[in-house]
């Protein structure tokens, strides 16, 4: 067996950070009213400056895509590698660009800079991306692959759009959304984040070993609790 080690991280954060009073701006006031709990929501979670990947009039400015693409060249960039050397690339996302081909698939397609190499798409919410370090870990110590790139990248602003919501017919009466909805919208933003591993410390400089990563799955156990597509939990058992 061999050794993993984060040797490099890199990062794409979209535009220009802004601050919380603009969030409704950008996501649009569902039905013309303001958040209710949006202040509350933002006081607890302690979040100040999000970054969102669509402009105010809601166009989209990056792909997550480009974002996982921008964050793997900011990764190789800094460890002043050729981009030929990486040879195995996992990318992770909650929801793709496209519903085919995999996230993967799409990232290797803008970075044409990088050579044939193995691919692999993970999903599934906030675990998504320690699937994908988990996976370039395991190749990396079975020997099969010297230098991989792990990427997450994610474009939640995209759902969280007014427009998104204006159609129920609960809004429509001019009531509230669903406090977990809310919670959402002002919980996540835009970006990516991407991860260098080798077989071999840095010469210099610091490198951070993986010792262990483990990913256990209760969904045999208890109900969905968070999911997309779906009118509501009772349509499957479990995620």
């Not at 999000?50 to 996982?68: G, H």
């Amino acid at each position: 067996m061999y050794s993993a080690y984060i040797n490099r991280m890199g990062k794409f954060l979209p535009g220009e950070p802004i601050n919380n009073d603009e969030m409704e701006e950008y996501l649009g006031k569902i039905a013309s009213r303001p958040s209710r709990v949006r202040q509350r929501i933002l006081n607890s979670n302690g979040i100040q400056q999000p970054y969102y990947a669509i402009d105010k009039q809601q166009q989209t400015l990056y792909s997550n895509s480009q974002m996982a693409a921008f964050a793997v060249r900011d990764a190789i960039a800094q460890a002043n590698l050729e981009p030929g050397a990486i040879d195995l690339l996992a990318c992770a996302t909650t929801l793709p660009d496209l519903l085919v081909p995999g996230f993967a698939r799409t990232v290797h397609g803008e970075l044409s800079e990088l050579s044939p190499l193995e691919i692999v798409s993970t999903q599934g919410f906030c675990c998504a991306g320690v699937s994908a370090l988990n996976y370039a870990t395991s190749q990396i110590e079975l020997g099969k692959k010297q230098t991989a790139i792990a990427v997450a990248s994610e474009f939640p602003s995209r759902l969280f759009k007014n427009t998104k919501f204006e159609a129920k017919t609960s809004v429509q009466a001019g009531k509230p959304l669903p406090f977990d909805t809310e919670f959402l919208r002002w919980m996540l933003s835009d970006g990516a984040g991407a991860l260098l591993l080798q077989n071999h410390p840095n010469a210099t400089g610091i490198s951070l070993k993986i010792e262990w990563i483990e990913l256990i799955s209760h969904a045999n156990a208890y109900p969905v609790c968070m999911y997309s597509g779906l009118a509501n939990e009772t349509s499957t058992k479990s995620s």
